[in-house]
């Protein structure tokens, strides 16, 4: 069962580090995803040129591969990272964007993670079914199922690649194979705003650079996410308001605040 203790501790551990956490994430949320990091206390760098991704990773303390604005040089670059990042051993923190929406997002994901290889694999239930070969109707970049549909699919994948899966929802489930935890903290509004499941991938990349333990870590970053998106909403007034809250509260989140909004997970 996680410990409220732990999730501070983490979120201490971030503040204090402020590890370098590279980022080869799409357009759409660069920006978002940065400024989440910055409020956490990480240290983002957004870089994807081929030229220079290898000498990048090597410097940071995580990883974040994100393919939502796929290309050609861009899988040539996630590849290089992703090998550097092998090498140092670092986490990469996956992030299946749009899988089972083409066969090129599709197929993109598998190379890479048989090749590579990831800690974790962070993506909404839709993403991670198709990885699983479920067949599952996808409406773009977003869902159209629910995490606890994704159950069966997340563990098949975590013991497949060998890695953390997080499967992001109204209540997001974290598995490495048989163990799981479920985080229950978000709100309605998270769905809202535009890149709030890249920029969970993100804090994900944040944690597992301070906790060798990816299952936790994982776990731990998306409380943090959940809570701080709740106290978001207590200010938001909708989704533009809500977004400029949200990284308010992460950056204000306390121990009291965390007490305050703690729900407890389930294990199984």
């Known amino acids: 069962m996680m410990e409220k203790q732990a999730v501070w501790d983490d979120l201490q551990a971030v503040r204090k580090q402020a590890p370098l956490v590279h980022n080869i994430t799409n357009f759409v949320v660069m920006n978002n995803t940065a400024n989440a990091l910055l409020a956490v206390g990480a240290s983002p760098v957004m870089a994807h040129a081929v030229e220079e991704v290898a000498e990048m990773a090597a410097l940071a303390s995580a990883l974040v591969i994100n393919i939502g604005t796929l290309s050609r040089d861009w899988v040539t670059a996630m590849g290089l990272a992703m090998s550097a990042a092998r090498e140092k051993g670092i986490p990469v923190i996956f992030d299946p964007v749009g899988a089972g929406a083409t066969a090129y997002r599709t197929r993109t994901c598998h190379e890479l993670l048989v090749e590579y290889g990831a800690a974790v694999i ?15 109707q996808t409406k773009g970049v977003d869902s159209s199922a629910a995490a606890t549909d994704a159950e069966a699919a997340a563990a098949l994948l975590a013991e497949k690649y060998a890695c953390t899966v997080v499967v992001s929802g109204a209540v997001d489930l974290i598995t490495a194979g048989k163990v799981r935890d479920y985080v229950p903290n978000g709100h309605p509004l998270m769905p809202k705003v535009t890149g709030l499941g890249c920029t969970a991938t993100a804090l994900v990349g944040a944690f597992c650079a301070v906790n060798p333990d990816p299952p936790a870590a994982a776990a731990h970053a998306m409380t943090v996410m959940g809570i701080a998106g709740e106290i978001a909403a207590e200010a938001a007034g909708g989704p533009g308001s809500f977004q400029v809250n949200f990284i308010d509260a992460l950056y204000r989140l306390n121990d009291e605040q965390l007490a305050i909004h703690w729900r407890t997970g389930v294990n199984s």
């Not at 962070?122 to 991670?128: F, W």
């Open 122 to 136: 962070r993506g909404n239930a839709s993403e991670i079914m198709a990885l699983a070969g479920s067949t599952v």
